[in-house]
């Protein structure tokens, strides 16, 4: 990915929505984008029978158009021009899709809530629906780039992920870390102990990572990070790592190879993406 021109920003009128707005205007300042639409959609046949007297005597989509520009003109301050959508589908995810189509969106801003709070929309339809990159953010994300993990499992779809690092490296001058977890395939365990296949696997995930980044069309990454998940799966592990070391950004592949210690991959990624991080999480697809 050479650059992000267009972002698409989801927004359901919740508390969440301030700091979606904050956080594209900072990417959108930082990665010089050419336009922002922020999209809300009225899903009024859930509440039409119960208040349909009431909503007669309304224009719905003026009154939340006008409380959502006034929202992004007190909060968004990038120079990128900005633009409302409003409208009206008895499915959002079908209708962000739609959109991200028509306005030829680069990546799409999904805000990660507390599964207690709910969310406006389902991410793993959205990982599934959308061609473009998605990227989840946190109430807890800071406004900030400076350490960006990229998880790989050196599988050619893989180096999606390093391509669109590579980019915002160029841009931001960030630390980019490349992280691959592991395991011990159950298999092993009557015949090997476990210490010494865990040895064996790391010795020949070092070759293959140098092999991997051979083939890259970037600079090698600032550290390679191999983590050992013992007794956790990958998920737990690397969701510990996360909250241990705190990146900036995590990049993920939406697909990738099925070896003895892949890493997110198909439904691993969506298990991820739907977990509540507390760092922005971006698959690119």
Aim: proline share 3%; with cysteine.
């Amino acid at each position: 990915m050479e650059s992000i021109k267009n972002i698409m920003v989801a927004l359901d009128l919740s508390s969440m929505d301030n700091h979606l707005i904050e956080y594209s205007s900072f990417l959108a300042d930082k990665l010089n984008v050419e336009q922002v639409y922020f999209i809300h959609n009225i899903k009024k046949y859930e509440i039409s029978e119960l208040f349909d007297e009431e909503l007669k005597k309304l224009n719905l989509d003026q009154i939340i158009g006008d409380e959502l520009n006034e929202k992004v003109e007190s909060r968004y301050t990038a120079s990128a021009p900005w633009e409302v959508l409003i409208s009206e589908d008895s499915n959002t995810e079908s209708l962000i899709h739609y959109t991200a189509n028509k306005y030829q969106i680069d990546l799409v801003l999904l805000g990660n809530k507390s599964p207690k709070k709910g969310t406006g929309v389902v991410p793993s339809k959205l990982l599934r629906l959308l061609k473009c990159s998605i990227l989840s953010i946190p109430k807890t994300a800071q406004k900030q780039l400076e350490k960006i993990w990229v998880g790989t499992d050196f599988s050619a779809h893989s180096r999606k992920s390093f391509a669109l690092a590579e980019m915002l490296k160029n841009k931001l001058q960030v630390q980019l870390n490349a992280v691959h977890v592991y395991h011990v395939p159950i298999q092993f365990s009557p015949y090997v102990t476990r210490e010494d296949a865990a040895q064996k696997i790391e010795k020949h995930l070092q070759q293959k990572a140098i092999k991997f980044v051979k083939k890259l069309n970037t600079n090698n990454p600032d550290e390679l990070h191999l983590i050992y998940a013992k007794e956790s799966s990958v998920i737990e592990k690397f969701t510990l790592e996360i909250e241990k070391q705190k990146p900036d950004l995590i990049i993920l592949s939406d697909k990738g190879s099925n070896n003895i210690s892949s890493l997110l991959i198909g439904s691993l990624t969506e298990e991820l993406f739907e977990e509540h991080l507390s760092r922005p999480l971006l698959v690119v697809k």
